[in-house]
């Protein structure tokens, strides 16, 4: 029994599709595109839930603590753009072409 599922409304599936079509133009085969998505889904869903849990220290909660310091520095907007950069380049790094022996050595 689930509590909480995906969000399936209208706009979330038309966003949904938009991301699958911009993936399989990119090449990469359908286990890739539903691979990436998820990856770019859970980022994001996980990123917004951070946002909204990190609110400011509760009055008289005394003085502020390094590491909730460091952490909330995490969700801010630049962050969220580096993450996502990073989830991209990997996504180009899996559906990049290798040309014939340039791909990672092996050991028989």
Do not use: K
């Amino acid at each position: 029994m689930y509590l909480l599922g995906p969000v399936v409304s209208p706009a979330a599936v038309d966003r949904m599709n938009a991301m699958l079509g911009v993936l399989r133009g990119a090449g990469i085969d359908e286990e890739g595109v539903w691979r990436a998505y998820a990856a770019v889904h859970t980022y994001t869903v996980g990123f917004a839930a951070l946002q909204v849990s990190r609110g400011h220290p509760a009055p008289g909660s005394g003085p502020p603590d390094p590491l909730i310091e460091r952490l909330a520095s995490y969700t801010t907007r630049d962050q969220f753009e580096v993450g996502l950069r990073y989830l991209i380049e990997g996504i180009e790094l899996d559906v990049a072409p290798t040309p014939a022996g340039e791909g990672p050595e092996t050991t028989a």
